[in-house]
């Protein structure tokens, strides 16, 4: 039996995935949203480390880190406090040691942002270091085995553009000349370069998109039937092209209860366009448009038999 847990930490992504058999669960953790959830009225969100000691959860198989931002990575503050961690993957891990980036204070927002999270995920790759995690660093899609009954893929779009990005990132790091436009660049590649895990279990096939906009591998998506919505909804987390390879039966936005103007997020018009295409949609927050009352609960939770069968979440 497969349980897939798309945790309610608000503003950001966690899933988790078990797999049973008998006693024995593996379990994956697919990014750990942010350090700090916070609060909104009706809403029952929490961090991924709270979720996981609420669910008596000590240790973890794998840990998949699809990009560097916030919303997807600073969540494993609380996570490596609470859990044992086997294997972590991700698309760059910085090497030791690592020195302060210099700022001259006229980086455009997007590099601000940047460099701070570099410098939070090498405090924090240090950690995992220091705790026997095994680091993998992907370089190219890579199939998984999890279990005898559960397989999957880490699918990286572009390998060259990738290591570029490890390239400008490692250069940051220890102190070294970058160039100013590289740098822009590799800091908006973090999203449409996010790494997509698939999984494959009873027949059945789940796409767990990160932050990956829909126009960027709407050529080489695979019909799915459960799908974790990229960027949290937004206008460019699908496209008609995606859907019409999709075709998901459901969808899952992870996004807070209160939607974000500035953003779009999440989008009406994305949201009716997987209706269009057949899918059920499910938000992990307590949103809600207009004319439906929201749900208000700590994960979205999904069950795969072994015939098959999917158990969606039941509305509260």
Request: charged residues 30%; contains cysteine; aromatic residues 8%.
């Amino acid at each position: 039996m497969l349980d897939l847990h798309f945790i309610n930490v608000g503003d950001g992504d966690a899933i988790l995935v078990e797999e049973r058999n008998g006693d024995e669960v593996f379990r994956l953790l697919v990014d750990t949203g942010r350090a700090d959830a916070g609060a909104y009225p009706g809403s029952r969100r929490l961090t991924a480390g709270a979720y996981l000691r609420e669910r008596g959860i000590a240790r973890l198989d794998a840990l998949v880190i699809t990009h560097l931002h916030e919303d997807h990575f600073a969540g494993l503050a609380g996570v490596l406090e609470t859990a044992e961690i086997e294997t972590v993957y991700s698309g760059f891990f910085p090497d030791a040691p690592v020195r302060a980036i210099a700022r001259t204070g006229t980086e455009e927002k997007t590099v601000k942002g940047l460099i701070n999270c570099l410098e939070r995920w090498s405090v924090l790759t240090e950690a995992m270091r220091a705790k026997g995690c095994r680091l993998r660093q992907m370089e190219e899609t890579l199939p998984l085995r999890l279990t005898p009954r559960l397989r999957g893929e880490l699918i990286l779009a572009g390998s060259e553009a990738a290591a570029r990005q490890r390239q400008v990132w490692t250069a940051l790091l220890k102190g070294g000349r970058t160039d100013r436009d590289m740098v822009w660049w590799s800091s908006k590649y973090r999203n449409p370069g996010a790494l997509r895990a698939r999984l494959y279990y009873a027949g059945r096939r789940i796409e767990l998109a990160g932050d990956c906009y829909g126009a960027a591998w709407e050529d080489r998506a695979e019909k799915c039937d459960i799908f974790k919505v990229p960027h949290h909804g937004d206008a460019k987390s699908v496209t008609p092209a995606l859907l019409q390879r999709l075709r998901p039966l459901h969808a899952v936005i992870s996004c807070p209860a209160e939607y974000i103007p500035r953003k779009d997020r999440p989008s009406l018009a994305a949201i009716g366009l997987l209706e269009e295409w057949g899918a059920q949609v499910w938000f992990t927050d307590s949103f809600a448009r207009r004319e439906n009352p929201p749900d208000c609960w700590a994960s979205v939770d999904f069950t795969i038999r072994e015939d098959g069968t999917i158990l969606p979440p039941a509305r509260n």
